[in-house]
């Protein structure tokens, strides 16, 4: 095997075992991070649809509620869950990167039985009543197509909530027209009744951490082709082109040919000193041969 192939399968060996070692380690870091990232899209998603809660409560509410429409046919827009989940959908809708998010305003005791929490909600709203002290719960949970990342806030009834679902008696004739008396009454102020909760499938930041992974993999390829082929340039200039000429320098000599020029020193290192050292072997030798044809 020659000098430059074992020198590439040293080279190879070693940066071979360093970058699986770093892609490994590296990959851990991408998916905590990417994982985070999520997590911090979700925080701003429910920060949002708070704001457009909180707008729709105190400011779009009142006046909607004054239009005389409002007393005949009842209006969504009047309430909060309403208008934080549309802008929700909204926000899906003209960003495909959000396609896989989900929200949901969740309730025990809702007036719209569509946002009635299913068994793992209620469970996190019984979590954040029996913690009221805790801002928010991240965890995940299993779901038929894998893992599931979530992050809830806990809703809790407002004064403007109990205009409407205090009692029926003070609930609009046209809501109770809608939806009925049967359910969503009986909240009582500042009671935590419900969670804004959004979920997003661990397939998300799976794909994030996976195309950075790629992309960390062909960088790491790209710069192993390109130290390779830079130190095989420079074994081949410093080490393997003065040995063939010492080599070639020899072979002449060996044959018996007179005035071989002696070779050209550069340096100081290993390979200049070999130089030096044939160059004198060379001048001891033609003085011997000389000596012998005098003789």
Known sequence: MRLLAKFNLILLVIFGSGGFLISQLAYSFLFGNARREVLQEAQLMIASAKSVRDYTATDLSPLLQQNPGHRVR????????????????????????????????????PTNLEDRASDWEADIISELRNHPDESQIMNERLIPSGRSLY????????????????????APRAMLAVYGSANGFGWKKDE????????????????????????????LVLTLIIAILALDAGVYLFVIRPLRTVSDTADRVSRGEKNVPPIKVNGKDEIATVASSFNRMQLSVAKALKMFEEE
């Open 151 to 170: 992050i809830a806030k806990p809703i809790k009834a407002t004064l403007e909530c109990l205009e409407c679902h205090s009692v029926p008696s003070a």
């Open 192 to 219: 935590i009744v419900g969670a804004q909760i959004i979920s997003v499938p661990m397939t998300v930041p799976i794909g994030i951490a996976n195309r950075a992974y790629h992309q960390l993999l062909l960088y």
């Open 74 to 109: 009842f209006l969504p827009e009047t309430i909060p869950f309403y208008g934080a989940t549309t802008t929700f959908n909204n926000l899906r809708r003209d960003n495909p990167d959000y396609t896989n998010y989900t929200y949901k305003e969740a309730a025990l005791n």
